[in-house]
C-alpha cells in the first residue's frame, strides 16, 4: 500500500489553473497532489544575441523553490544558482521549445518562470506541465491582440516521475516515496508519443534495461491518457 493510498499505476489528483497571475502573458497555478507550482510566461521582444537577425524566437526557463517550500526553509540562491536548479530548468527549457516552431515566432523571447510553492515530490514534471499550458495561453494572447501572426504551436508535452520503489514500479512518487526509491525516473514526452527527455538513475546498484523501458511505458501511456487531455481542456481546446 502507498503512502495516500493509491495503485502503483495511479496519479495524484491533477489541477491546473489558469489566469492565477492577471499581469504575464499566460500563467497556471498547478496543483499536483500536495505539490504547488506556479507557472508565468512574459514576453520580451529580443533573442539572445547569437540568434540575433535571424528571424527566429526562443524559450527559456528559470526555476526556483520558494524558501517556505519544503519542510525546512529553503534557501534563496542570491548568489548564484546551484547546479540542480540550472539542470531543472535548462530541462524544462528543452522540453517547452519542442512545443513551437521557433522559426515562426519572429524575434522574441517567451521566458517561462516556474516557482514551487509548495515542494512534495515531481515539483521539474509538474513544471513542464503547468509551463507547456502557460506558454500555449501566451502564444494565444499575442494571436488575439495581433502581436503574432502565425501559430507556431506544434503541440504539448508533458512529464511525469516514475521509480521503482521495494521492488515496484510505481508512477508519480511523493517526497516520502521519491526518498525510498532504489530507481528514479522522469520522462517527458511529445503528444505524437516521442520522447523528448529520458532521465533515469539507478540508486542502489544497477538496473536491467528491460525495468527501464517498461517504467518508460508505462509512463508514457500515463502522459496520453492523463496529461495530455489536462493540458488541452486547461487551454480551452
Not at 495503485?7 to 497571475?21: F, H, K, P, V, W
Not at 500536495?34 to 526555476?63: H, N
Not at 544558482?81 to 516552431?101: A, F, H, N, W, Y
Not at 515530490?121 to 500555449?136: C, E, F, Y
Amino acid at each position: 500500500m502507498r503512502f495516500d493510498g493509491r495503485s502503483n499505476g495511479e496519479l495524484r489528483d491533477i489541477e491546473l489553473e489558469t489566469g492565477y497571475q492577471p499581469n504575464p502573458e499566460g500563467s497556471v497555478l498547478v496543483r499536483w497532489g500536495e505539490t504547488r507550482v506556479l507557472c508565468s510566461v512574459s514576453v520580451d521582444y529580443k533573442v539572445p544575441s547569437f540568434m540575433s537577425g535571424q528571424g527566429t524566437g526562443w524559450i527559456t526557463a528559470e526555476y526556483s523553490m520558494l524558501p517556505g517550500s519544503g519542510n525546512r526553509r529553503v534557501r534563496r540562491e542570491r548568489n548564484g544558482l546551484k547546479g540542480r536548479t540550472m539542470e531543472i530548468q535548462r530541462l524544462i527549457g528543452r522540453s517547452l521549445r519542442q512545443t513551437v516552431d521557433l522559426h515562426r515566432m519572429g524575434e522574441r523571447t517567451f521566458v517561462v518562470d516556474c516557482d514551487v510553492l509548495v515542494a512534495d515530490g515531481g515539483t521539474r514534471m509538474a513544471s513542464v506541465v503547468g509551463g507547456a499550458v502557460a506558454l500555449r495561453l501566451a502564444i494565444k494572447r499575442q494571436l488575439v491582440e495581433g502581436k503574432m501572426k502565425e501559430d507556431p504551436f506544434r503541440g504539448y508535452v508533458g512529464g511525469l516521475g516514475v521509480g521503482m520503489v521495494k521492488g515496484e514500479i510505481m508512477l508519480d512518487l511523493c517526497y516520502e516515496e521519491d526518498s525510498m526509491a532504489s530507481v528514479d525516473m522522469n520522462i517527458v514526452a511529445f503528444e505524437n508519443g516521442e520522447i523528448v527527455e529520458f532521465q533515469a538513475t539507478a540508486e542502489e546498484g544497477t538496473v536491467p534495461m528491460e525495468t527501464l523501458l517498461e517504467m518508460g511505458r508505462v509512463s508514457t501511456e500515463a502522459i496520453r491518457e492523463v496529461i495530455f487531455p489536462l493540458q488541452r481542456e486547461a487551454s480551452g481546446e
